[in-house]
Each structure stands twice: as C-alpha cells, then as structure tokens.
C-alpha cells in the first residue's frame, strides 16, 4: 500500500507526487529548467459507469495517485489511481501514451526489466500485466493470492515474480507459467509491506513487515539469511508498531535506507553480501515527517519531507556518516519547485492513513468467557432471597400446623 505523497528516481530523472498530480524534473541544473506536470483530474475518464454486483454504482476516486514507478531505462514512467485507471508515459521527451482501466484499485506497480509489459498488482490478490509496446491494449491476468496485496516485483532476468500480501506470505513465481511456485518466503508474522531484489545481487531479497523486521532471504529455496529486529534499534516514543514504507538500495557503498511509517527517521544499513548479513550503520534524524526516500547512484540520498522550507534535501557519507549535504543549486531549485506546488503534498499527506488498517486485529475471546462464567456461579451460590409477605423465622415456624388430636370420650 503506497503513501500518497511518494518519490521517484531513476538516473537524473525526478518525479514527486502528490494527490492527483505529479512533477517531473531532472536533478541537474539546466539553463532549460524544464519542468513537466501532470494531474490525473485532467485524465480520460470511464466512458460508462462502473457497477458492482449489487447493481448500484460503486464509489468514485478522487484520481489520487496510488503508485507510481519508472522502467529500467528510465524511458517509460506509469501510475495508478484511485479512480482504477493505469496511465502510460514516454519520459525522453515526457508524453502521456495512454490511459487505461484497472479492474481493482491498485497497491504496486513493477515494469519487467525488457520493458514490454507492466505489471499491476491491485487489493483483491490479483496481478495484471499491460503491454507496454501495445499501450492500448487490455490488460491480461498473471496469477492472483487469497488476501491483499501489497508489493510485486521481478528478478532482474524476468524469470520470477515476487509478490507480498497482507497475510505474511512471499511468493516466487514463475513469469512464464504463474501457476507454478517456485517457492514461498515465510517467515514474518504480519503484513509483509516492501520487497526489493537488491540490485547487483539478483539471488537477494530484502524484506519489510509489520513485525518490525527486516529480512534478508534466498528467495528461490525460500531461506532466511538474516533478519534485523527494528524496534530493537530505537523505542520510538508512541509508536509501539511500524512498517516500512520504502526500502531503498544504493549500489555504490551497499547501502540500504529504510523508511518507517510514522517515524522521522531513515536506517541505514550496509548489505554483507560474502556474510549474507545486514549490518546496521545509522539512525538519520529528522525534524519532521518524512514522506519518502530515494537513492541516486551519483549523488546520495534524497529525502523528501514535511518541511516547507527544504522539502527535498540531500544525505551523503562524509567521514563515515552521513550528513545532509550542503545546499547546492540543483537543490534549490527542486525545492522551488516544490514550495510551488505545496499544496499538493500538505493536502494529502494529511489523511494518508499507512499501514494501520492491515494490522491483524486481537480478540480475546477467552478472558471474556472465563469472566462470564464466574458471574454465572456466583449468582448460583448467592442465597435465595425471602418472597415478599413470608414472616421471618426460621424454615421450621413456616411450615404448616399439625392439627391437635380430638379428645376421647367418656
């Protein structure tokens, strides 16, 4: 489930989004400055009403970006919305190539790396792929779960895809035959919220979960390699559970940035991959809410946040910890862009409920039974009451008078 305020790069290409529209950019500063914005508002709508089974009409969106991705390349970018539509973009130059209905309101989107097909995946456990090179045709189902989903991904040679539900599960299947699983990656304990094959490595999985853990998996045998308990490395102050938002993975230094729901800090992590371990470097602060993260291979970490003043600043290794960077001029005017179009951000921010609603709710039904059970013997040994009018004495005087015997005669 993706927040509605979210952060994408790849290359020097930036997109922000925000509600129903978006901002694209590039992080190098051009004498162009060219800026392409985009509202899903604006975007073709369903030329006949949708109903549900009921008959009646089912409820409108308000055409608020769900999730959003880029290709390998960078030369495609696609987005869903709450109004279940897919909508196809060429970024070199930026050009909107079609608009296309969804069956469900989606949750992740993943292109495959040879960039022909994208996959959907939606809240009813289903995935859909969409031709990419075909951008109007109609979507096609790949395989479906019984429960939620909430991440989908593909190794890097498209043999597998990984999907992750609401109900702890992680699955490997194959891309030619989606029936076919190769296997699946069990371990967490609630919903299972982020997935990523970690770049350079495409036998590696890292993993997020409502259990505050992150993994580490062999994910075609379904091994465990490590896992890193999150709560372990701060009490966060009112927040007894949390789950990862965006796992994020900078192949220069091996780094592993993870951002928490609800929480104004980043982790960070170093991948051992000869170990197979994770080993946690970091804890970045912030003033404020942070809404996402993203790496770029050249510069550091990007961190978009709750702040007016410098909504999007940069995080690099100096002397062996990371620090903001000073501000440079590329920066600036990222966060011109973005004061600009503040309202976008602040608005949806604000109602953006994360994960809370997929938390597996406890019922204590025994406490309950076990309480009523000892009122219900109490009440059968408390003593019986006197019915009103019966004189008080003891149960001897209440009973009924013997006649005396009638006297003999002479």
Known sequence: MASSVGLALCGQALVVRGGSRFLATSTVSSDDDSLFVYDCSTAEKRSQENKGEDGQPTEQGRDTILASTFSKSGSYFALTDDSKRLVLFRTKPWQCLSVRSVVRRCTALAFMASEDRVLVADKSGDVYSFSVLEPHDHGRLELGHLSMLLDVTLSPDDRFVLTADRDEKIRVSWASAPHCIESFCLG???????????????????????????????????????????????????????????????????????????????????????????????????????????????????????????????????????????????????????????????????????????????????????????????????????????????????????????????
């Not at 291979?297 to 910890?321: F, I, K, S, Y």
């Not at 009523?372 to 004495?393: H, I, N, V």
């Open 188 to 410: 967490h304990t609630e919903f299972v919220s982020r997935i990523l094959v970690v770049p350079g490595h495409p036998k590696l999985l890292l993993s997020s979960s409502g259990d505050c853990t992150l993994r580490l998996w062999e994910y075609r045998s379904g091994r465990q390699l490590h896992c890193c308990d999150l709560a372990s490395l701060q009490e966060p102050q009112g927040h007894k559970r949390f789950a990862a938002s965006r796992i994020a993975f900078w192949g220069q230094e091996s780094c592993i940035a993870l951002l928490c729901d609800c929480l104004p800090v980043v982790f960070i992590f170093e991948l051992d991959a000869d170990r197979q371990q994770l080993v946690f470097q970091q804890q970045l602060t912030f003033p404020c809410c942070v809404w996402d993260v993203a790496f770029e291979e050249t510069q550091g970490l990007w961190v978009l946040q709750d702040c007016h003043d410098a909504p999007l600043v940069l995080w690099r290794p100096m002397n062996g910890q990371w620090q903001p960077a000073p501000e440079s001029a590329a920066s600036q005017r990222l966060s011109g862009h973005l004061r600009g179009n503040w309202a976008m951000l602040e608005g949806p921010a604000a109602v953006d409920g994360g994960f809370h609603g997929l938390y597996k709710a406890a019922f204590d039904n025994m406490s309950s039974y076990l309480q009523r059970k000892q009122e219900r013997l109490q009440q059968r040994r408390a003593p019986k009451q006197q019915p009103r009018g019966t004189p008080a004495g003891t149960p001897g005087q209440a009973k009924k008078a013997r006649p005396a015997p009638a006297a003999s005669g002479c």
